[in-house]
């Protein structure tokens, strides 16, 4: 027997009736209508079946990071959740998780019967969370929502940067603003390696110059997702059966005594990276560059 997905694609319009549903989880980012609406249907956009999650998710990271509430009462003391030691690792997982394209969540999986079932998570932002503009132009308006479809990180992360910026005396995170930082330079720009920490230039399908992105010593973020383009592009080399090769022999502790010459770079890679690798968790180069640009900004 086969368990489906109701969150692929292709399921979405199944016969719901020749299915019996084993577990959920979750809540809808946009609505639980359908994978589109008509124009003519009319809602308040208060309504969770209608708005989705997308908006609390939103405003929950504006507030866990801002430091001015526009209140007087409020803002003679200038922190946030991230100023307060218990708090901010909590808070930066779940940024770096957006920014990384990996979240890792604890979550129960609510069984037919009832049943809560502890599951522990780990998946890719990928397209998942496009947000669908909103029936209501004041909250477009206010989160700066104009396009039809819109990456959540489009608005995170400059909201997180904004908040990042007003600092005072009292909370002093330059170097956390600078570690969540993307420099995005001209693609045609000559830049010295042994000066920066990271470089890539992103091509599109015909081999053309997209992008350009570099990371610094303190870039930290930048520099992790320009480590693992790299490592992308060393592994692309390959052909995916030499990289199983290669990880089962060393995983088995069984390395040839004599390497073929053209395996001898997969050979000396970390086991780690090439089980990332194989298991897809390596973003591709469109991905990279959608995230960087977004950090960037």
Known sequence: FNAISCFDTENL?????????????????????????RGDIKADPTQLSVRGIWADK?????YLMKREMKISTFDDYRTSFIDHPE??????????????????????????????????????????HNIT?????????????????????????????????????E???????RSLTAIRVDPTTFIDESQV??????????????????ALGDNILAKNILDNFSLNARLKKFKRDQVVEVYVARAQ???????????????????AKLLA??????????????????MSL
């Open 58 to 62: 939103l405003l929950a990271m504006d």
């Open 171 to 177: 909370t002093e995170t330059f170097g956390l603003l």
């Open 87 to 128: 708090f901010k690792d909590q808070v930066m997982d779940a940024v770096l998780g957006f920014m990384s394209d990996k979240m890792k969540m604890k979550v129960d999986l609510e069984g037919a019967d009832g049943e809560k079932i502890p599951y522990e998570n780990t998946f890719t932002i990928g397209d998942t």
């Open 133 to 169: 503009k909103s029936f209501s132009y004041g909250l477009n308006n206010f989160l700066g929502i104009k396009k039809a479809s819109t990456d959540i990180r489009e608005l995170l992360f400059p909201m997180i940067k904004k908040n990042l910026q007003t600092a005072d005396d």
């Open 253 to 271: 502790s069984k390395v040839p005594e004599v390497i073929a010459p053209e395996l001898k770079e997969a050979y000396e890679m970390e086991l």
């Open 197 to 214: 920490a990271a470089t890539a230039t992103i091509k599109d399908a015909q081999g053309r110059n997209v992008s350009k992105f570099v």
């Open 277 to 294: 690798f194989l298991r897809g968790e390596i973003m591709e180069d469109s991905r990279i560059n959608k995230i960087l640009s977004i």
């Open 13 to 37: 319009s199944i016969n719901k009736e020749k299915y019996d549903v084993i577990a959920t989880v979750g809540k809808h980012l946009n609505h639980a209508r359908g994978p589109e609406l």
